[in-house]
């Protein structure tokens, strides 16, 4: 909405006295019209059998001298915690579709080393040998449902369908979920550790299917994707199949794989939960995380803010056939990608110290993911450690959160809360083609009285004083969490993983309510409704 709409329909409709303005700027949220409640999987994050993810990042062994529960990384699973992780997708990305979960099966000292999918790319070249070229499946499936156990979170694990066939899917899901004594699987099941069925909901039928996932055309997938999804055993689990979405803005392939999926009946829409978009930032092998213009701060946020026309074009599109709209969107793979730091061994592929400004990113990112609360039903980072989007960077003993933790774990809060319409009005940002970046960006999410606002000021150099509104509403007790530093290149590392840090602020109740959102920052104002 623009800001004379605003001033005429908006703000006048809410009952906060008139607003003489110290204040640049406006936030009008609106209680009463609910958008949707913000699935916690919407904070999701992904693991894949890539440069040092889970080897060194996730698994150490239980003989490692790094403190480990059953041989995961400890500080790993302590930290991740506190994020409440509520899903994670394994074992890729790209792996899957090269990957046999039988490899990752059994006794971990029988099992088969293999090539792993990245090893023969340009960009492990020069890399040693190592896991992260030749596969030594020591984390299999028992391995990462007792990773999920640890951290709380459901696993969300996408099988391979370039290279295995439906059998193979249908008996992973029976290995996982068969009930405890029921099936050989089971057994083998319990062998590795595990009696008790993993009752595994998420799945994933492929990965990229346009791409390192068979190359297909949507037609050709939607075939596909029917024969591995007809008859899957389900057990006592209410199976929710994610099916491989589009690139980016490939608004061709949800339009042709929807009508070819529906061609006969719109019955294969019944087990689909989701379609996964791919969307990443940053220019992946061609810039650094670390160094960039104030130019190149601007456009990577406003990359970010691409998400909200790619959620809005392939939800209308989805609806030309899921007329009910039953079928969500599943961001399973976002982030911004840069190239390997020249600092970290390069098997470590695209491992790299996020800075400032990937906070932001995760903070826009995950603000238009609440905006879509009807429409996106998960959402998965990429990746967890030591890769593209990082939260964590580990290294032997050596370990640090990294910027896009901060923004996660103040984010969380939103988790299961009712995120309503708010109204950002600010000055433009005036930054020459840079249109899908606003001057302030937002959500808010409601969990009974209590108020969660996140706020995005991308400015570099300038404060945003605004005075925030509530509809119909008085709001008391209001408390800050700030992430922001006077220099947009921060970032943590082994040697000060305190470098950037959130700060908690009090902040006196008055009314009208005026806060200043500091320059580049991410803000989390809680309060309570009257
Ligand atoms: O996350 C890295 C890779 O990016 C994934 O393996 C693939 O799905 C995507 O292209």
Redesign the pocket.
């Known amino acids: 909405m623009q800001r004379r709409e605003f001033l005429l329909s908006g703000l006048a409709l809410i009952a906060a006295p008139r607003v003489s303005l110290a204040a640049s700027a406006t936030i009008g949220i609106l209680p009463d019209e609910p958008i949707g409640t913000i699935a916690p999987t919407i904070y999701g994050h992904?693991i894949?059998h890539?440069g040092g993810c889970i080897y060194d990042g996730i698994w150490v062994g239980e003989k490692s001298k790094i403190p480990n529960y059953n041989g995961i990384r400890k500080e790993l699973v302590d930290k991740l915690k506190l994020l409440k992780p509520p899903v994670i997708r394994w074992p890729?990305?790209?792996?899957a579709d090269s990957y046999n979960w039988r490899d990752g099966v059994g006794p971990r000292d029988r099992r088969p080393r293999r090539t792993n999918f990245w090893a023969n790319t340009p960009y492990l070249e020069k890399a040693p040998d190592g896991p992260q070229k030749y596969e030594p499946n020591e984390f299999g499936t028992n391995e990462f449902a007792t990773f999920c156990k640890l951290v709380g979170a459901e696993p969300y694990f996408a099988s391979n369908l370039r290279s295995l066939t439906p059998l193979d899917f249908y008996q992973w899901v029976e290995y996982c979920n068969s009930p405890a004594g029921t099936t050989s699987l089971a057994e083998l099941r319990a062998q590795g550790g595990t009696r008790d069925p993993f009752k595994v909901r998420y799945w994933g039928v492929g990965?990229?299917s346009w791409?390192?996932?068979g190359n297909f055309t949507g037609d050709e997938y939607a075939v596909e994707f029917r024969r591995f999804s007809e008859w899957i055993p389900k057990f006592d689990v209410e199976l929710a199949l994610i099916a491989s979405g589009p690139n980016v803005a490939d608004y061709a392939w949800t339009r042709t794989f929807l009508s070819k999926l529906t061609e006969k009946s719109k019955g294969p829409l019944r087990n689909l939960f989701g379609l996964a978009l791919?969307y990443?930032c940053g220019g992946a092998s061609k810039n650094k995380s670390t160094e960039f213009t104030e130019q190149q701060w601007y456009t990577l946020l406003s990359d970010a803010g691409y998400m909200q026309e790619l959620i809005q074009n392939h939800w209308q599109l989805m609806g030309e056939i899921d007329t009910e709209h039953k079928l969500k969107l599943v961001v399973d793979?976002w982030g911004a990608w840069y190239e390997t730091d020249p600092s970290i061994d390069p098997s470590y592929l695209?491992a790299y110290f996020p800075t400032l400004r990937d906070a932001l990113v995760s903070g826009i990112t995950l603000d238009i993911f609440n905006n879509n609360a009807e429409k996106v039903g998960m959402a998965n980072a990429?990746?967890l450690v030591n890769?593209?989007h990082t939260s964590f960077l580990a290294r032997g003993d050596r370990f640090t959160v990294t910027p896009t933790y901060h923004a996660f774990r103040m984010y969380a809060a939103h988790q299961g809360g009712t995120a309503v319409r708010t109204i950002f009005d600010a000055p433009s940002l005036q930054q020459g083609s840079n249109r899908r970046l606003s001057a302030l960006s937002g959500s808010c999410s409601l969990h009974g009285k209590h108020a969660v606002l996140t706020v995005v000021n991308p400015h570099i150099q300038n404060a945003q004083d605004t005075a925030i509104t509530i509809r119909g509403s008085r709001a008391s007790d209001f408390r800050a969490t700030v992430l922001t530093a006077s220099d947009i290149h921060t970032h943590n590392t082994f040697d000060q993983p305190h470098a950037l840090e959130p700060t908690e602020k009090s902040v006196p109740s008055a009314s009208p309510f005026v806060y200043s959102f500091p320059p580049a920052s991410v803000t989390r104002l809680e309060f309570d409704l009257a």
């Not at 890729?92 to 792996?95: D, L, N």
Request: charged share 15%; with cysteine.
């Open positions: 992904f894949e890539l890729g990305g790209c792996f990965n990229e791409g390192c996932g791919h990443y793979e695209w990429a990746q890769n593209i």
